[in-house]
C-alpha cells in the first residue's frame, strides 16, 4: 500500500514491527471502518496517527495496488498445459474463502432479508461474485465520496493533551480539505418494511456427506414490527 507519506510496500508490518504500539489494526463494518491504535510512548503515539491518518485520507489507489489488492486475470496452464483464465486478488481470494463457510453466507443472506434497501444489505468486505465488476474509477469515487473529513468521527482519550492531538490532525490532514460538498453521510436509519405483516424466510440446504448420511442444515429468521401481535410460525 502506498499513501502520500509513506511510499513503501506494508507500512503497517513495519510498524509491528518496529513500534511500541498497545493496540494497532483496522476493523470494517456495513456503515463505517474503524481505525483504532493506542500507544504508552508519545512520539510513537503520533507516529502511528501520521501513517494511519495517511493511510485513510491519502491512499494513492494506484492502479497496479487496484490489480493486486482487488481483481484481476491470471493465466496458468491446467493439467492438461491448456491456458486457464482466473480472477485473483488479495481481497478477491480473502472473500472467496469466507464464503466458503455455509454460516457465513446464511448469515449474510438473513440480514440481506431483514433489512432490504439499507446499508447493512451489503457485505463490507465484498460478494466475490460481485466484486469483479468493480473498476479503477468506481473505486476512487467511493474513497473520495465517502473517506472524507466531514464523514469522520474522532475518538480521542489518554494523558496526552487533545488540543495537542487535534492541532496534530489539523496541521497534518484536515486543513487540506477546503471543500466538503462531495463528501456523503452514510445513514444509520434502518427503513421499515411497507407492507403490514410481511414476512421473508430464506433458507439454503447444505449437504454434509458423513459414513454414507446426508444431512440438511436450514437457518430460518421471522421478523415481527414491535406493537404487532405476536405470531408462532412453524417450518
Given at each position: 500500500?502506498?499513501?502520500?507519506?509513506?511510499?513503501?510496500?506494508?507500512?503497517?508490518?513495519?510498524l509491528n514491527s518496529q513500534s511500541v504500539?498497545?493496540?494497532?489494526?483496522?476493523?470494517?463494518?456495513?456503515?463505517?471502518?474503524?481505525?483504532?491504535?493506542?500507544?504508552?510512548?508519545?512520539?510513537?503515539?503520533?507516529?502511528?496517527?501520521?501513517?494511519?491518518?495517511?493511510?485513510?485520507?491519502?491512499?494513492?489507489?494506484?492502479?497496479?495496488?487496484?490489480?493486486?489488492?482487488?481483481?484481476?486475470?491470471?493465466?496458468?496452464?491446467?493439467?492438461?498445459?491448456?491456458p486457464v483464465v482466473s480472477v485473483q486478488?488479495?481481497?478477491?481470494?480473502?472473500?472467496?474463502?469466507?464464503?466458503?463457510?455455509?454460516?457465513?453466507?446464511?448469515?449474510?443472506?438473513?440480514?440481506?432479508?431483514?433489512?432490504?434497501?439499507?446499508?447493512?444489505?451489503?457485505?463490507?468486505?465484498?460478494?466475490?461474485?460481485?466484486?469483479?465488476?468493480?473498476?479503477?474509477?468506481?473505486?476512487?469515487?467511493?474513497?473520495?465520496?465517502?473517506?472524507?473529513?466531514?464523514?469522520?468521527?474522532?475518538?480521542?482519550?489518554?494523558?496526552?493533551?487533545?488540543?495537542?492531538?487535534?492541532?496534530?490532525?489539523?496541521?497534518?490532514?484536515?486543513?487540506?480539505?477546503?471543500?466538503?460538498?462531495?463528501?456523503?453521510?452514510?445513514?444509520?436509519?434502518?427503513?421499515?418494511?411497507?407492507?403490514?405483516?410481511?414476512?421473508?424466510?430464506?433458507?439454503?440446504?447444505?449437504?454434509?456427506?458423513?459414513?454414507?448420511?446426508?444431512?440438511?442444515?436450514?437457518?430460518?429468521?421471522?421478523?415481527?414490527?414491535?406493537?404487532?401481535?405476536?405470531?408462532?410460525?412453524?417450518?
Open positions: 500500500m502506498w499513501f502520500q507519506k509513506v511510499s513503501f510496500k506494508r507500512p503497517f508490518i513495519q504500539k498497545t493496540f494497532l489494526n483496522a476493523m470494517t463494518f456495513p456503515d463505517k471502518t474503524v481505525y483504532p491504535a493506542s500507544s504508552m510512548v508519545e512520539a510513537d503515539y503520533f507516529n502511528l496517527f501520521s501513517v494511519y491518518g495517511d493511510a485513510v485520507f491519502n491512499p494513492l489507489l494506484l492502479p497496479e495496488i487496484f490489480l493486486q489488492e482487488a481483481h484481476r486475470f491470471e493465466v496458468h496452464p491446467n493439467k492438461k498445459n491448456q486478488g488479495v481481497v478477491y481470494n480473502e472473500m472467496k474463502g469466507n464464503y466458503s463457510s455455509f454460516e457465513s453466507v446464511v448469515a449474510d443472506q438473513a440480514v440481506q432479508s431483514i433489512l432490504p434497501g439499507t446499508t447493512y444489505a451489503f457485505d463490507s468486505g465484498g460478494d466475490p461474485s460481485v466484486i469483479p465488476e468493480l473498476t479503477h474509477e468506481q473505486l476512487k469515487e467511493f474513497h473520495k465520496t465517502y473517506y472524507a473529513p466531514a464523514n469522520c468521527r474522532l475518538f480521542l482519550y489518554g494523558n496526552i493533551q487533545t488540543e495537542k492531538q487535534i492541532d496534530f490532525l489539523n496541521e497534518e490532514f484536515l486543513d487540506s480539505y477546503s471543500e466538503i460538498e462531495n463528501s456523503k453521510e452514510v445513514s444509520s436509519f434502518i427503513a421499515q418494511k411497507d407492507k403490514e405483516n410481511q414476512l421473508e424466510i430464506f433458507t439454503k440446504p447444505k449437504i454434509l456427506k458423513k459414513k454414507k448420511k446426508k444431512k440438511n442444515i436450514y437457518k430460518d429468521h421471522l421478523l415481527v414490527k414491535k406493537g404487532q401481535k405476536k405470531k408462532v410460525v412453524r417450518f
